[in-house]
């Protein structure tokens, strides 16, 4: 089966960083990009920040200048780096890679709490 599993979650105060990872199960050969989500408390989930095919990263403007995506190949994994981390951070991040496929298909990590407090 296709897996995408999170790590890296946890607690971290102000202006704190924390990184996530998002492993892919090896038997997902291609992808065709990936994004960040989270969804805080009474919130909708939203896109964070994207890594399209050619490995363009888009951000959230909220996030620009804080947060990055960056990959690993040979791990077969992905990493959110998040820097200069604020209060309203605090959310369930989740993971979502779009395997390559006639029909893509998308995979959901399992979702991860992040909150940032003093």
């Known amino acids: 089966q296709v897996r995408v599993v999170e790590s890296g979650g946890g607690s971290a105060q102000p202006g704190g960083s924390l990184t996530l990872s998002c492993q892919v199960s090896?038997?997902?050969?291609?992808?065709?990009?990936m994004g960040w989500y989270r969804q805080a408390p009474g919130k909708q989930r939203e896109l964070v920040a994207s890594?399209?095919?050619?490995?363009?990263?888009d951000v959230k403007d909220s996030v620009k200048g804080r947060f990055t995506i960056s990959k690993d190949v040979a791990k077969h994994t992905f990493y959110l780096q998040m820097n200069n981390l604020r209060v309203e951070d605090t959310a369930v991040y989740y993971c979502?890679?779009?395997?390559?496929?006639?029909?893509?298909?998308?995979?959901w990590g399992q979702g991860i709490q992040v909150t940032v407090s003093s």
């Open positions: 090896r038997n997902m050969l291609a992808i065709n990009g």
């Open positions: 890594m399209i095919g050619d490995d363009k990263i």
């Open positions: 979502k890679v779009q395997e390559a496929a006639w029909n893509p298909v998308d995979h």
